[in-house]
């Protein structure tokens, strides 16, 4: 939504997505997990009802999202979440609200975030969460060419936050590029005028048109492809 009050703008994206679960038959959309900030009690009811009643049945729970790290000018999509907002009293409020309503928690984070995560979950075990893209591991900026340490202290933290029954994994996001796995897109092929420079050729235009003659440097005829 583009107006109303702030807090429920939200409601928009859950209107739209349930609006285009209607259309489709079969069905294809089973449950909407939208947005909201759990951490702001005072409104929190509100929200969670306007998502409720957009979402024709559909509404499931919220992605608030924690990721956070030091060196954000590295990663392609870096998390915005306020520093400590696992740990945050009014944040572990809300989480446990949605628990109480039946509601989930989605979140995601980056690897180093695990073991916070972990306490959340065992302060607030009446809420179901589910922990997205396995943690992030992540492997460019400060933290590439550290791999294998950061996959050994990964498989640990992992490894408690599985000790927590209300955690589910989503085992998505591999292609993150922030994880740089090998799995990201080719850089785009070279221009024309790189590969002119690389095999010693000059590009001139001709005539103001769009045709160009490469022309071989200290050699006098020029060609066409």
Not at 51 to 62: K, N, P, S, V, W
């Amino acid at each position: 939504r583009v107006d109303g009050p702030s807090h429920l703008r939200v409601i928009g994206e859950t209107e739209f997505v349930a609006g285009e679960a209607m259309r489709g038959s079969p069905q294809l959309i089973a449950g909407i997990v939208a947005h909201a900030e759990l951490a702001n009690g005072e409104v929190l009811d509100e929200v969670l009802d306007a998502h409720e009643q957009a979402g024709r049945g559909l509404f499931r729970g919220i992605r608030d999202a924690g990721a956070r790290d030091p060196h954000p000018e590295s990663l392609r999509i870096p998390g915005r979440a306020p520093e400590g907002l696992y740990a945050d009293e009014a944040f572990r409020a809300g989480v446990a609200r949605l628990g109480r309503r039946g509601f989930t928690f989605d979140t995601w984070h980056y690897h180093h975030q695990n073991r916070e995560f972990a306490a959340l979950a065992r302060a607030v075990p009446g809420t179901t969460m589910i922990l997205d893209h396995f943690g992030t591991p992540l492997g460019v900026g400060v933290y590439a060419g550290q791999r294998e340490a950061i996959f050994e202290q990964w498989k640990v933290d992992i490894a408690e936050t599985a000790q927590c029954p209300n955690r589910l994994p989503q085992p998505g996001g591999l292609a993150i590029p922030a994880k740089r796995f090998g799995w990201d897109p080719p850089a785009p092929p070279p221009t024309t005028h790189a590969r002119a420079a690389a095999a010693g050729l000059e590009l001139r235009p001709v005539d103001d048109d769009l045709v160009h003659h490469p022309v071989r440097r200290g050699h006098g005829h020029p060609f066409h492809r």
